[in-house]
């Protein structure tokens, strides 16, 4: 069943016309029409917002094509940005997903980000390199991890002394950051990198 089917399928199980969910999503109705004869598809912000709204996975919303027919392959989401409010971590919308070898998978839940910056160039993570993250609340002194301290993610190593939180780069120019988790700075940790996929 291709996108535009399912799309059509579900805003009929929802009595919706086209216009009622053009309205919805801030688009014009013949784009709705486009997209259930299969003549485009949404973008991934309005796939996003759909799959929301009638609680499926955004994984549904996507053709077969996108990820290719091998169940040996799992659609994970890409996250541009996490943030930490109130000690609970908070995650935009997906940019985009990822078909990954579910042999990169051990149990848990996973999903990517992007690496930002020159921070971790010795442990050879680079800009734009995609980072597997396995999420988790705890790590090892000294494993690499996304951690979320207030309004951004960073990917650092971890060390824990007493009632710090230790931030190490993999980067002589940036020094280790300590932090007192309620005192100065919200910080959680989001989870354990398991993979850097290069970006060629």
Request: charged share 30%.
């Amino acid at each position: 069943m291709k996108i535009g089917d399912k799309i059509k399928d579900l805003r009929k199980k929802h009595k919706l016309t086209q216009e009622d969910l053009a309205k919805k999503l801030d688009v014009r109705p013949t784009a709705v029409s486009a997209w259930e004869r299969n003549a485009n598809k949404p973008l991934m912000d309005k796939i996003v917002v759909m799959a929301e709204m009638w609680d499926v996975p955004v994984t549904y919303l996507l053709d077969v094509d996108d990820i290719g027919e091998s169940s040996d392959m799992e659609l994970l989401p890409v996250y541009g940005n996490i943030s930490c409010g109130n000690g609970v971590l908070v995650y935009d919308a997906p940019e985009s997903f990822e078909a990954t070898p579910k042999d990169w998978l051990n149990g848990g839940e996973y999903f990517y980000m992007t690496a930002k910056g020159d921070s971790m160039i010795g442990a050879r993570i680079h800009e734009g390199d995609l980072l597997l993250i396995r999420k988790q609340d705890e790590v090892e002194n000294g494993e690499i991890a996304a951690v979320a301290v207030d309004d951004t993610a960073v990917l650092k190593r971890v060390f824990k002394q007493d009632d710090s939180v230790i931030l190490q780069s993999e980067n002589s120019k940036y020094p280790p950051i300590s932090y007192i988790p309620g005192q100065n700075k919200r910080i959680k940790i989001i989870g354990k990198l398991k993979k850097v996929v290069l970006n060629f």
